[in-house]
């Protein structure tokens, strides 16, 4: 009678156990189910960045020309080509621009042709605007690459260090607004400075 007493108990022991661990959570279950979640979470995160900068692009490609070759390069058409940049990246018509040859740099192995790109918004307010933005444009023309080579062409904004090369870089028109803007604010911080005829 002990001997079948001893396994029915046993067995009702094994059963309770059985039925309190699942009921119970077992501590490396939820860390292991928490990491897993965190992991889903983080992946389902980047795929949808991923989707919403692919809608973007495709929406808003990278605008860009054909820039000319060493052999095809004069200032004046360089002029032209900035130009005709501008008015194939630039959406907003508000925006008026002018392009003017700065200088020439004579360096070991090529020549920087510097041109400067005057930006400025036109108002009814102000039909004549007092204050600019601006563009650096560097055409880099190499002594040494065949004729047929493209020219290296890169830009960077007013009071900015960071290079930008057209067709890596979307152009952004805010950046010439969040410019001409700043420098407004500071014109109307100091009235009796700018207010001078």
Excluded at 171 to 184: P, V
């Amino acid at each position: 009678m002990s001997e079948t007493q001893n396994s029915t108990s046993q067995k009702a022991m094994d059963e309770d156990k059985k039925a309190a661990s699942q009921t119970m959570p077992n501590t490396q279950d939820k860390n292991y189910e928490d990491e897993l979640t965190q992991v889903a979470l983080a992946l389902v995160e980047d795929v949808i960045n991923y989707a919403v900068k692919i809608v973007e692009e495709e929406r808003n490609p990278l605008k860009n020309i054909k820039w000319m070759t060493h052999g095809e390069f004069t200032v004046e058409k360089g002029l032209k080509q900035i130009d005709e940049y501008f008015s194939k990246c630039v959406s907003k018509k508000c925006w008026a621009h002018g392009v003017e040859f700065v200088e020439r740099k004579d360096l070991i192995h090529s020549f920087l042709y510097i041109y400067y790109v005057h930006w400025s918004i036109s108002t009814a307010d102000l039909p004549v605007a007092r204050i600019s933005a601006g563009t650096y444009f560097t055409m880099k023309v190499s002594k040494t690459k065949p004729p047929d080579a493209p020219i290296v062409v890169s830009y960077v904004g007013d009071h900015q260090a960071l290079v930008h090369r057209p067709g890596m870089v979307r152009f952004r028109e805010n950046w010439q607004k969040n410019l001409t803007d700043a420098k407004y604010s500071f014109m109307e911080s100091f009235p009796f400075l700018f207010n001078r005829v």
